[in-house]
């Protein structure tokens, strides 16, 4: 009996073309943990497990559980079979891609396999589908380039992840070739969708694929016209509602509602709602108005709007309506903006995160705006006022509050006693930079003033975000290893976000910087002057996620180290793992002569270890991810994967013995090099672990270098300085090493630390 291998994350070939009289055989979709094969289930089981993706919040799990149940047997199927066990692959890939407990890497593996055998059975609707939730598994962060694995497999799984992306024929090739790769994935499921005459993915692939043609300032109104058609065919009216009015709003949003397209959307839009006067009605045709330049008639009709969508029951619109007509009146463009956060506080927190029909990020598409526009109009009076710029950092604050929230995925996560200018010591300075649209602001505060509180920078207009995001970019991918340009971006940074304040910084002090955006990604210790000096060099560095969710911090002089370690080849539901080398040496380094050491270590070991004895320092030797949301960010053990409420809740014991946990220390882990959302998932693993801070790295590093890294840092540690300071002698101490062996910065500045500083 023949075996078809069609696990691309194993081989990356097509499936051949089934023969006329081909002989039965063993598919495998992708390895499941549980067997060497997948089940093909039948009919009745697959419906299912979809049944159980639709039925709440645990429903993607359940239906993975059913899907790769251990007790399963390898499926014998025929060539007519192919279809069905497309249909098999797809259900896989999606609820691989829902649950908590699964992987988008793998599901892109499975959804691949799909759109292969779809291909082979002829079944472009089934197809469509496979491609369409490949994008999604693609656009809700899968790992481009290796992210989440040890240092030494990046290359390994750099190749599988390129090959795992769902494509069509000729878009492949550019997928891997361009940075550009999830509007190359949205651009497939389009045409596939068009293929299969599928109004419903058309409209809402067209509406993925303009968001992220906008998005770059490319030409998006050839995606918006075929989605606008394409919404008018759908069958369910509240979905096609839904639909319209996001395309239409696009199109505003692009500078294309003027023409002919908006006139016939609005028509199709006011049949779809069967009334002439909606709110979303009016706002879109306010926005028209707009851009035809008949301000009169767009004022009326965006204060229509504001006053139908307040009568809501959740007035969800209402904080992107307001900011509609701040654009129609700039005359009072401030009293409406303010208008617009206070009616998005109102309703944040009970906002779903994700758009059930489009899967898109609210907090992306809703709340990050109106809290960037608040920010700068709060600022744009403010001059050097007290009061004013207070409100600005408070408004700030809530911005980086939620922001972490949305990414942890939890909104109960505790808000601690934020940090205030009062909180700072003589040489500590806390720098706030906010990128906006049109301009950088650095707001800054100094321990030691008579007068604590938050003080302002001149703006700076000649950069703004889009080129502070370009330059970061720049400098980390660069200081991770795929060029070597990172300097000239190092200075420019340096000189947009340090300069204006180097002043402040006193020698041997501590600089805590709450980054923003595209600023979470840089390694801030690598950050020149003009005269080449590294600000390493001059201050300790502290990154925090936001103020509500650190501490200072007291110092640990007497550090009580559990150190874990996994060096074992592991395939698990969330992805394979390569075996590591040198982690054993590095944890017994790390554990030192009256640490615990746990090597190859298990979920219960390691809980047993943290109940047993207290401990101050949790150092962990093995693959980790940290991709965003809570529930997918975990760390690998022997067999099995601890996420992060798992870990806090093991933590949970070591603190009832009266020892919180001062230092988590991650030292395999990488967020996704240039992905800020990544890097936010390494900041939120000390928060939802309830570690004070942690230490990790933001791209991989090779063993020997991280070794000589964490050994100069535990010695520093270890003779009672300051956990920022342990990290900065460290750095120096390779930096300036006799025989220059770990001088260059993409080995010392690739570990940062996140949380508290002293």
Not at 459 to 488: C, F, H, K, V, Y
Not at 610 to 635: C, D, Q, W, Y
């Amino acid at each position: 009996m023949q075996t078809w291998m069609l696990a691309l994350a194993l081989n990356g070939q097509q499936p051949p073309a089934p023969a006329v009289a081909m002989p039965q055989m063993v598919v495998v979709c992708d390895a499941p943990p549980t067997a060497t094969t997948a089940t093909l289930l039948p009919q009745g089981q697959a419906a299912g497990a979809r049944t159980l993706m639709r039925s709440g919040e645990d429903g993607a799990d359940a239906a993975l559980d059913l899907l790769l149940g251990s007790g399963a047997d390898a499926a014998t199927v025929s060539a007519a079979d192919t279809r069905q066990l497309a249909e098999y692959c797809l259900i896989a890939g999606e609820a691989m891609r829902r649950a908590r407990a699964g992987s988008q890497a793998r599901a892109l593996a499975f959804l691949r396999t799909a759109l292969d055998l779809a291909d082979t059975a002829g079944d472009a609707p089934l197809a469509a589908r496979a491609a369409w939730e490949g994008a999604l598994a693609l656009a809700g962060g899968a790992p481009p380039s290796g992210s989440g694995v040890r240092r030494g497999s990046l290359g390994a799984m750099r190749s599988t992840a390129a090959r795992a992306i769902p494509g069509c024929a000729g878009v492949q090739g550019a997928i891997e070739a361009s940075a550009r790769r999830l509007e190359a994935a949205f651009a497939c499921a389009l045409n596939r969708a068009v293929l299969a005459d599928d109004p419903r993915l058309t409209a809402l692939a067209a509406l993925r694929l303009a968001r992220l043609e906008k998005a770059r300032k490319a030409d998006a109104a050839g995606s918006i016209a075929r989605g606008l058609d394409a919404a008018t065919r759908m069958q369910d009216v509240a979905e096609r509602a839904v639909l319209q009015r996001g395309l239409l709003m696009l199109a505003c949003d692009a500078g294309l509602c003027a023409g002919e397209t908006a006139d016939s959307g609005v028509r199709a839009f006011a049949a779809t709602l069967g009334t002439d006067d909606s709110a979303s009605l009016a706002a879109v045709r306010g926005r028209i108005a707009l851009a035809r330049g008949d301000a009169q008639a767009a004022r009326g009709l965006l204060r229509r709007a504001v006053f139908l969508e307040s009568q809501q029951p959740l007035p969800q619109h209402l904080p992107q309506y307001s900011l509609y007509l701040a654009d129609a009146e700039p005359g009072r463009a401030g009293e409406h903006v303010l208008a617009a956060y206070r009616a998005l506080e109102r309703v944040r927190t009970v906002l779903m995160p994700v758009d059930p029909l489009t899967e898109e990020s609210r907090f992306d598409l809703v709340v990050r705006p109106v809290f960037e526009r608040a920010i700068g109009t709060t600022l744009g009076g403010a001059g050097d006022d007290a009061a004013a710029l207070g409100e600005a950092q408070r408004i700030a604050e809530a911005y980086r509050s939620a922001e972490l929230q949305n990414s942890l995925g939890a909104e109960c996560v505790p808000l601690r006693n934020p940090v205030t200018p009062a909180d700072l010591q003589p040489s500590e300075v806390l720098l706030y930079p906010l990128l906006l649209e049109d301009r950088v602001e650095l707001l800054y505060a100094t321990g030691g003033e008579s007068e604590r509180r938050y003080r302002r920078m001149p703006p700076d207009r000649s950069i703004n975000r889009a080129s502070i995001a370009a330059l970061a970019q720049r400098m980390t991918t660069s200081l991770s290893g795929e060029s070597d340009d990172w300097e000239a971006a190092s200075q420019a940074l340096y000189a947009a976000l340090i300069a204006p304040i180097a002043d402040k910084l006193q020698p041997g002090g501590t600089l805590v910087i709450v980054p923003d955006g595209p600023l979470r990604q840089i390694s801030f210790a690598a950050l020149i002057d003009a005269q080449g000096t590294f600000l390493m060099e001059k201050v300790q560095l502290a990154v925090v996620p936001a103020l509500s969710f650190a501490a200072p911090g007291t110092r640990d002089t007497d550090p009580s180290i559990i150190a874990a370690s996994l060096e074992k080849e592991m395939d698990l539901a969330v992805g394979r793992f390569t075996r590591l080398e040198g982690t054993a040496a590095e944890a017994t380094m790390a554990a030192g002569d009256d640490g615990v050491l746990l090597t190859d270590f298990t979920r219960a070991s390691l809980a047993g270890a943290l109940a047993r004895r207290p401990a101050s320092v949790l150092h962990l030797a093995t693959h980790a991810a940290f991709n965003g949301r809570t529930e997918r960010s975990f760390i690998v053990a022997d067999n099995e994967a601890i996420t992060l409420p798992d870990l806090r809740a093991m933590l949970s014991a070591n603190q009832l013995r009266g020892e919180a946990l001062q230092l988590l220390v991650l030292s395999a882990c990488e967020t996704a090099v240039g992905d800020d959302d990544q890097a936010m998932g390494l900041a939120g693993a000390a928060v939802e672990a309830g570690a004070a801070s942690a230490l990790a790295s933001l791209w991989e590093v090779n063993d020997a270098g991280t070794a000589a890294l964490m050994e100069a840092f535990y010695t520093h540690y270890r003779a009672g300085v300051g956990r920022a300071r342990a990290l900065q002698l460290a750095q120096i101490d390779l930096a300036r090493g006799a025989d220059g062996q770990w001088a260059d910065p993409g080995i010392w500045s690739a570990f940062t630390l996140v949380g508290s500083w002293r």
